[in-house]
């Protein structure tokens, strides 16, 4: 089934705007249907093939089903051995009851264990951050990061995963790019654990460890009107990436950094 979002209701509308909906925008009418559940029918136009009926009672399945699978991931982490893994993932163990891993995630301080999360001392408000950082513990990877930088695309099996990327990673941070201020942006780099980098043509580049072993390079282009090129931003990961996190995990680990970067720089630092 069509993952649930305001752009995957758009891409399904003729975006004319036409106002039949009862909303100003084909992007307003997409979130609305997202956040309150307004009827997908108000859009004579729309392609609804492959769409749930009832989009809030769609979202709260997902939600179920997230928790089960959380559930099932705190119960695997129960078996793993801490204290061996803490140095492999770049994680401090902390002896107590239950056991915890602590360690940086997006700038945040993650304390993870088999009865719960916190990032910042608070549950997470997106269970996929509890299924990333799960899915984390149990990776097992023996080898550090190599070092060798590449597109997604170069990863095995992950076509299918690179518009994803584009469309609500990468485009998001060339339009943030693009208009923020300078001083802002670089405290929002400091507060995600980012420094910046030296890359050969490119207007700014910034590596962040997303995860102590989960290194992401984000390189930033200026637009060039006059050439035809509008602003333009790749990521990077590290070659050995899959060896830590799933690919699902992984394009949502550079989704979320895309999230925290334009909270922090629209000054909402949570």
């Known amino acids: ?19 039949r909906c009862g909303q100003p925008t084909c992007l307003a009418f997409g979130a609305a249907v997202v956040a309150t559940g307004l009827d997908l029918s108000l859009c004579p136009f729309l392609d609804r093939a492959g769409l749930p009926e009832t989009p809030v009672a769609a979202a709260r399945d997902q939600e179920s089903r997230d928790l089960e699978f959380i559930a099932a991931l705190r119960e695997k982490s129960a078996g793993l051995d801490l204290v061996r893994l803490a140095p492999r993932l770049g994680a401090e163990f902390m002896p107590g009851e239950p056991a915890a891993l602590r360690l940086r995630y997006l700038g945040q301080e993650a304390l993870v264990s088999k009865s719960g999360l916190l990032l910042d001392g608070r549950e997470p408000e997106d269970h996929r951050d509890q299924i990333l950082l ?35 990673c ?16 670089a405290a929002a780099w400091r507060a995600v654990d980012g420094v910046a980098v030296a890359r050969s043509g490119a207007s700014r580049a ?55 970067l334009l909270a922090l720089v629209n000054g909402d630092p949570g």
């Open 170 to 185: 990468e485009e998001r941070l060339a339009a943030l790019f693009s208009g923020a201020d300078p001083a802002r942006l």
């Open 134 to 168: 799960y899915n984390y513990l149990a990776s097992r990877a023996d080898s550090p990061p190599s070092g060798d930088w590449v597109g997604l695309e170069s990863l095995p099996n992950s076509i299918s995963k690179v518009k994803t990327l584009a469309t609500y």
């Open 1 to 19: 089934m069509t993952r649930l979002t305001p752009l995957a209701i758009v891409r399904r509308t003729p975006m004319s705007n036409c106002g």
């Open 206 to 260: 910034a590596e962040v460890a997303v995860l102590p072993m989960i290194p992401q390079q984000i390189i930033f282009w200026e637009a060039a009107p006059e050439e035809g090129f509008a602003a333009q931003v790749k990521v990077l990961f590290d070659r050995q990436a899959l060896a830590f996190l799933d690919l699902e995990s992984l394009v949502f680990s550079a989704e979320r950094l895309a999230d925290r």
